[in-house]
């Protein structure tokens, strides 16, 4: 269960080489994603959250931009600190709606994930 940006573009080389091995790899991820895309090496399960891909995109844009800003060094941090709330929100909801999703859940306990 990757988590997207730096920590999915780690795997993602490790995960292809496990799939072109024969390795059956199954890759969990939300259907709103930065970098997680399908594959042919590995299968993806997706499950939806409550934002969209416009809506995480601009969290992200929002977090970078304040982090680079020139300024009052106060101003910048409050400013990288609300754009990094936006996003961990993001990614805590995404949290919460896998583990709600009871499909999901269900296939995961079956094929002992």
């Known amino acids: 269960v990757p988590m997207d940006g730096s920590h999915w ?5 490790v995960v292809d080489v496990l799939g072109q091995k024969g390795h059956e790899v ?5 259907e709103v994603s930065l970098h997680i895309k399908p594959s042919k090496n590995f ?3 997706m ?5 969209t891909q416009e809506e ?12 680079f800003e020139e300024g009052w060094i ?4 409050f400013k990288a ?10 990614w805590v909801s995404s949290c919460e709606q896998m583990l709600q999703n009871k499909e999901l ?5 079956e094929t002992d994930f």
Request: hydrophobic content about 45%.
């Open 56 to 67: 995480m995109e601009k969290a992200f844009q929002a977090f970078f931009h304040a982090s």
């Open 9 to 13: 573009l780690s795997m993602r080389e």
């Open 47 to 51: 499950y939806s959250v409550p934002y």
């Open 43 to 45: 299968v993806m399960k």
């Open 74 to 77: 106060f101003q910048r941090f």
């Open 105 to 109: 859940m269900k296939y995961l306990e």
């Open 26 to 30: 199954v890759v969990v991820a939300p």
């Open 81 to 90: 600190y609300r754009g990094m709330k936006n996003l961990t929100d993001c």
